[in-house]
Nanobody, 127 residues
Framework: QVQLVESGGGLVQAGGSLRLSCAAS????????MGWFRQAPGKEREFVAA????????YYADSVKGRFTISRDNAKNTVYLQMNSLKPEDTAVYYC????????????????????WGQGTQVTVSS
């Protein structure tokens, strides 16, 4: 079983950048596909980005494509979400998630695709 801890959230002005980190413990991240989700107040949790365990394939929600970049450093057991050109509508709690067994036909865009979750980190973008 893997434990996930997010960090890097905070308050930033519109147009600014943040980098979120998701540190794993308990098992090596090389055996997991990873994703980032977010949940704004009063809204459902939504997919942001995903990356396969090899790091060769990444997937993004249309709302963040071109602005956010997901990456992983398996040597550091950490996954990152670089967020640029932030908008007020990006304000949410951001969660990282891990999937144990691969599915070559999935882009891992559903919360049901994942087995383990972190507790989240707040991102607030002011206008």
């Amino acid at each position: 079983q893997v434990q996930l801890v997010e960090s890097g959230g905070g308050l930033v002005q519109a147009g600014g950048s943040l980098r979120l980190s998701c540190a794993a413990s308990g098992r090596t991240l090389t055996t997991y596909d990873m994703g980032w989700f977010r949940q704004a107040p009063g809204k459902e949790r939504e997919f942001v980005a995903a990356i396969r365990r090899s790091g060769r394939n990444t997937y993004y929600a249309d709302s963040v494509k071109g602005r956010f970049t997901i990456s992983r450093d398996n040597a550091k057991n950490t996954v990152y979400l670089q967020m640029n050109s932030l908008k007020p509508e990006d304000t949410a709690v951001y969660y990282c998630a891990a999937r144990r067994f691969p599915d070559g036909s999935s882009r891992y865009t559903s919360a049901y695709d994942y087995d383990y979750w972190g507790q989240g980190t707040q991102v607030t973008v002011s206008s």
